[in-house]
């Protein structure tokens, strides 16, 4: 049974950083991309970030290109998002996913999602 259960979330001013992590069971986490996806308060699902298998391969949305960066642990079989210079419309519910298509939401596994909200 496929699990992602993200962590890492909260409160931070503009300009704070945050660490997500997903840990990751149930599946073939070293052979399989991973991503994050993000949902803004009434607004739909969105696509953040995604990394291969070997974590030599990164993507970003242009929104967050220069201030988050995806790695993985696959030892550990936890995914990461470090996100830095965060700004209010980053705020949202961030979840862990795989087995996506390619920079979409189309996602097979989901986690149960972490909040994070950026206000002074």
């Known amino acids: 049974q496929v699990q992602l259960v993200e962590s890492g979330g909260g409160l931070v001013q503009p300009g704070g950083s945050l660490r997500l992590s997903c840990a990751a069971s149930g599946f073939t986490f070293g052979y399989s991309h991973m991503h994050w996806v993000r949902q803004a308060p009434g607004k739909g699902l969105e696509w953040v970030s995604s990394?291969?298998?070997?974590?030599?391969?990164?993507n970003y949305a242009d929104p967050v290109k220069g201030r988050f960066s995806i790695s993985r642990d696959n030892a550990k079989n936890t995914l990461y998002l470090q996100m830095n210079s965060l700004k209010p419309e980053d705020t949202g519910l961030y979840y862990c996913a795989t087995h996506c298509g390619s920079r979409s939401t189309q996602c097979n596994y989901w986690g149960q999602g972490t909040q994070v909200t950026v206000s002074s």
């Open positions: 990394i291969d298998t070997g974590s030599g391969i990164t």
